[in-house]
Structures are given as C-alpha cells and as structure tokens.
C-alpha cells in the first residue's frame, strides 16, 4: 500500500470572536500533530482557514485532520461533510469533539474521534492505512467511534510524559508571511507579530468552568529549557519574529523553571532583544516575588492572568486559589516591574446581580491592570460547570454552538435576564477604556513603555 497523505485542517474563529481577538497566530493543534505525522515519514499539509486558507481535498489526500474547540465547531463539521463528500477518511479532534464525541460521529461525517492528546492516535491512524488501506479505531486507544449504529470510546491513551520527545513545530508547513501580515496583538507594544510557543501541557487546578484539565490531565509536564531555547532562537534567527507568546496555562506553575526560562533568555543574549508575554497564575508571584524581577529582565512585557471575581464565594465556585488580595498584590508587582497586567473577568454567575457587577466594576477600576477582557461564564462541553447545570437544568434551549462564544449568556440565571449580562459586558468594558485614569496612566505604558506614577489604593476610576 502506497503511504497515505494527510490534510490537516484549522477552521476559522468565527467574525464575531474575532472582532474581540483580532491576532491570528500559527496553529499549534494541527501544527504539533502534522510535524509529529510528517517525522514518521508521511506526507503532510495544513490547511490554517483562520489565516484565509480554504481547505482542498485534492486526489492525493487520504485522510482529513480536523482540530476544533467549540466556537470553531459548527465549521470543523461543514469541513468534515465536505471531506466526507470527497470520499476522504475523516477524523476529527480537539476540546469540542473529545467531550461531544458521540454526537460527532452520529454526524456521519467524521469516521474516528480522536480524544485530548492526539499524536500517538493519529499515528496509528495513519500507519493502518497505510498497511491494510482501512482502519480498525477498535485496536485504538484514546478514540471514539461507531461500530455499526453501537458508539464505542475506547479506553485513554496514555498522556506523552516526555515532551521533548516530540519534535519541534516545524514552521515550514505553515505559509510563515500569513502570519506577518495577519497576526496583530492587542494594543500599543503588544501590537507586533506573535511568535506562539507551548512549554507544557496540563494544568492541576481544574477550574470548573475550564476544559484544560479535561483535556490534557491534572498532572503538569513541561519541555526542557534547552527545548524551549531552541524554539525560540529558530523564531528569532530564522523567522525574524521580535514577539513570543508562552501559550502555556500557567507558565509559572513551577518558579524555578520559569526562572531557568527567564535566565536562559538573558544568558542567550536576547532579553533586550525580543519580548514576551506568559499566562500565569498571581498568587505564585505574591510568594515568589522574585519570579517577577528575573522575567522583567528576561524581557517579559505582559502576563496574562485569570482574576475572575472579586466574590471570595464566587472563587470558591469556580475552584480558583487565588484571592482578590493575591492579585491586588500580583498588579501591583508587576506595575513596580514595568510588566503589564493582562487581566480576565468572568461576569454572569448564576447568582450574579446589578449590585455584584458593580463592586466587580470597581474592583477592577482600583487594581487598574492595563489590558482587561471581561467574559461572559461559559459552559464548555467536558467542563464540571456544565454537568451540574445540566443538572440543576439551566442551560438554554435551541441554542447553537457558535454561542458559546463568552460574549452571550447560555443558561438561567438567579436573578438577572440574559440580555442584561450582555448588555452590561460591552458597558462596562467601553467604560473602563475610556476611563481618564486608564488613558493617563496605562496608554503611556502600553504604547511607550513609561512607568505611571505609583497606584493609591481604593483610587477613584
């Protein structure tokens, strides 16, 4: 049997969450599991829609890839028909489908769901294929699909312990000149092309509205620091990028390596050469406040960091450690550092009303970070948020995936309608931007660079 070619296939992020994220960067889903694929000597493409590609399922493709969340699903599945139309093996993979696996495939346009971490089962996938010209998804693990009119979800496959031994992203299967053109961040210094690194892989918080540790294991593992340099200087010296960004759900989960990283920048000669921004959790950095210093001077211009609420009930809830005193004193050290805070609030809990959204407002107005993206609670297929609302029966009739998009309300709520979250999550994000304290003291830092002048406690918005 001739080896089989695959197409691996990145759907958009649908306009309306785009208009709130507007970067585009290179797809690491496909890109990790089309460089693994193409190192065990098969043929490989990626098709990135989200950059204005449009797939092609060409004579020559085999087998059709296609990884998904929940907003990009309605799409993964109108790419899935079309393969399916063009006679193409079709598997389908990523948050959405690992968690809504048997509505998936009783689609009948996706033949094999493969669940959380992909590499190994695609792998398999693939080199059946190429030896019998079939696939039998039984002899597989971590795979969900249909015998007969029978589902079937096979047991996991294990979680890859050794990230360093899969190989590096190989950018080249990527139009790398998409990205400089498309990719744009957020504001001021944050506005150049992003070069998107992943460190590590699982998160042992569990946040109840969160799908990561669903997904990828409570246990946290993570690539070398000579790795991780490795990938970075390749985005340096051979893609020219300035601008990396750790995608890692908590870069700091352990200080001493994001201290190694940190050092290993500066040693390389390229802390005042590049910049960078990590997600990160803040009650690490109030006990180790000297994580901070040695990212700052490693280069780091921004964390980004997942307050949430102000309600220590609500936290309670959501399973987060951190305190609102924790990143009161997290901004603040940052500030004092010259990194910016990047910071995300989650505003309709069930038991949310006018007066809690208040003292949210001017929770946020006192702390002051210099980015602020408010989100409506979403609940995630595959998160423990959703399974007690489907529960306690709140979640919304006769709604579409593309819903789900933290910029509309998907259940009841105690006390409040859903359009007045909606209403409010645009109010209070037009006023905190035009605000006079945010444009004195936090435009100069993000276009400029320059330190405002310290933060007064409980200072007026």
């Known amino acids: 049997m001739k080896k089989p070619k695959c197409l691996f296939v ?8 785009a208009e709130r994220f507007s970067f585009i960067s290179m ?43 929940t907003v990009k699903y309605t799409v ?29 495939l009783r689609s009948g346009y996706v033949d ?16 059946q294929f190429e030896a019998n010209g079939k696939v039998d998804p039984s002899t597989i693990k ?48 944050f506005a150049d092309p992003v070069y998107n690194i992943s460190g590590s892989r699982g998160c042992p918080y569990d946040c109840s509205f969160c799908i990561v540790t669903a997904n ?29 960004f750790f995608t890692d759900d908590i870069f700091n989960a352990s200080p001493k390596r994001a201290m190694a990283i940190s050092q290993a920048i500066i040693d390389a000669g390229l802390a005042d050469k590049i910049k960078w921004t990590a997600q990160c959790v803040t009650n690490i950095f109030v006990k180790f406040p000297e994580v901070v210093e040695i990212m700052a001077a490693a280069g780091c211009m921004g964390v980004i960091m997942g307050i949430e609420s102000m309600d220590p009930e609500t936290l309670k809830d959501y399973n987060k450690t951190a305190t609102s005193d924790d990143n009161a004193q997290c901004i603040r050290l940052l500030k004092k550092h010259g990194i910016a805070s990047m910071a995300s609030i989650i505003i309709g809990h069930p038991k949310e009303t006018r007066e809690s959204l208040q003292a949210t ?55 409040l309608e859903a359009w ?30 320059k330190i405002p002048t310290p933060v007064v406690k409980q200072a007026a918005c």
């Open 10 to 17: 990145n759907p958009p992020v649908i306009e309306k969450v």
């Open 27 to 69: 797809p690491l889903a496909i890109l990790y599991i089309g460089t693994f694929i193409q190192s065990q000597g098969y043929e490989v493409e990626l098709c990135d829609m989200n950059a204005g590609q449009e797939p092609v399922f060409s004579d020559d493709i085999d087998i059709v890839g296609i990884s998904c969340d």
């Open 76 to 104: 993964g599945m109108r790419v899935a028909k079309a393969a399916k139309a063009a006679g193409k093996y079709v598997v389908m993979g990523g948050t959405h489908p690992t968690f809504d696996d048997e509505a998936t």
């Open 112 to 127: 094999v769901v493969v669940r959380s971490e992909g590499e190994y089962q695609m792998l398999e996938i693939v080199q």
């Open 142 to 189: 971590g795979v969900a699909w249909l015998d007969g009119d029978q589902f079937v979800r096979n047991p996991p496959m294990p979680f890859i312990k050794d990230l360093d031994s899969l190989p590096i992203p190989n950018r080249e299967l990527l139009d790398v000149p998409r990205y400089w053109k498309q990719t744009r961040s957020w504001l001021g210094k």
């Open 216 to 244: 990828y294991g409570a246990k946290w593992r993570y690539r070398s620091v000579d790795s991780i340099m490795q990938e970075i200087e390749e985005g340096f010296y051979k893609y020219k990028y300035r601008t990396f």
């Open 361 to 415: 407002m001017k929770y946020m107005c006192d702390l002051n970070p210099e980015m602020l993206w408010i989100n409506i609670l979403t609940p995630y297929v595959g998160t423990t948020m959703r399974r007690e609302f489907i529960q306690s029966g709140r979640l919304l009739p006769n709604l579409s995936w593309e819903d789900y998009d933290i910029s509309h309300v998907t259940f009841k709520l105690d006390h």
């Open 420 to 449: 007045e979250i909606e209403v409010t999550r645009k109010a209070m994000t037009a006023m905190y931007y035009t605000r006079p304290r945010y444009i004195m003291e936090n435009l100069p830092r993000l276009f400029f660079g």
